[in-house]
């Protein structure tokens, strides 16, 4: 699974990863962006709600529940943090809001407990990524 990033100006970049072109991605104007599209936080964020509720959903699909409406908010917690006060996302909390055809409360614990195994976002944030670097400087 690949994404592709180019530079466009200031902190604005076009991404693009299968069929999917033109995804804008900048920084707020109090983040020296230009307001231009989400930014990378609020991507994660994104991703980390789509993860999250697609395993709920699933679960409760595979066992016949007809969902009429579910909502997410999924809230992250930015913070200045010590010995150099770098901003960091510290806490993540999601939200679901949900209503079926049918009752689905005795699933919801084992479809919370799906979600969370299953949700490769929310595994791989819990468990820690390595994350490898390498710039490639190319010649004029």
Do not use: W
């Not at 072109?21 to 989400?38: K, N, V």
């Not at 679960?59 to 770098?86: A, D, R, S, Y």
């Amino acid at each position: 699974m690949k994404v592709y990033l180019n530079f466009v100006n200031n902190l604005h970049f076009k991404a693009q990863t299968r069929h999917f072109t033109d995804i804008e991605m900048d920084e707020p104007e109090s983040f020296h962006g230009t307001d231009q599209g989400p930014s990378s936080v609020e991507y994660l964020l994104i991703g980390v709600g789509g993860c999250l509720g697609s395993s709920f959903v699933y679960c409760l699909q595979k066992n016949n529940v007809e969902i009429e409406n579910l909502n997410m908010v999924v809230e992250g917690t930015l913070k200045h943090v010590m010995p150099k006060m770098h901003l960091r996302l510290i806490k993540i909390d999601c939200e679901i809001t949900i209503s079926a055809k049918s009752e689905f409360n005795h699933l919801i614990d084992t479809c919370v407990k799906e979600f969370k195994e299953h949700c490769v976002i929310n595994e791989s944030i819990t468990k820690g990524i390595p994350l490898n670097t390498k710039i490639h400087k190319k010649e004029k």
